[in-house]
């Protein structure tokens, strides 16, 4: 049974870090796209960032150049290194498993993924 739970939430203020860790189980974690997505409050879900099984990465506009995306396969943990935060990062987090081992162009659509965690707070306040 695949099980992904995400950590590391929590409130900072403008300009801080964050670090979000998805503890991965039930299946072969390095084998496929695992993708971290966020959904505010009277928002649609939106793809943050992906990494592939070839370890390649790919992040929205939005991120880029602040987030990072990692994994630890001995670990089966995906992590999101978060920096220079932003209030509009404020949102619900959550970690996905792809229906497929490469993030490809449409990484960022919820609906290429099949297994999602239960999420993590993160509050930015200016």
């Known amino acids: 049974q695949v099980h992904l739970v995400e950590s590391g939430g929590g409130s900072v203020q403008a300009g801080g870090s964050l670090r979000l860790a998805c503890a991965a189980s039930g299946f072969t974690y390095s084998s496929y796209c695992m993708g971290w997505f966020r959904q505010a409050p009277g928002k649609e879900r939106e793809g943050v960032a992906g990494?592939?099984?070839?370890?390649?990465?790919t992040y929205a506009d939005s991120v880029k150049g602040r987030f990072t995306i990692s994994k630890d396969n001995a670990k089966n943990i995906v992590y999101l290194q978060m920096n220079s935060l932003a209030p509009e990062d404020t949102a619900m987090y959550y970690c996905a498993r792809a229906l497929y081992h490469t993030c490809g162009s449409l990484w960022s659509r919820p609906a290429n993924f099949g297994d999602w965690g239960q999420g993590t707070q993160v509050t930015v306040s200016s």
């Open positions: 990494i592939d099984n070839y370890g390649s990465t």
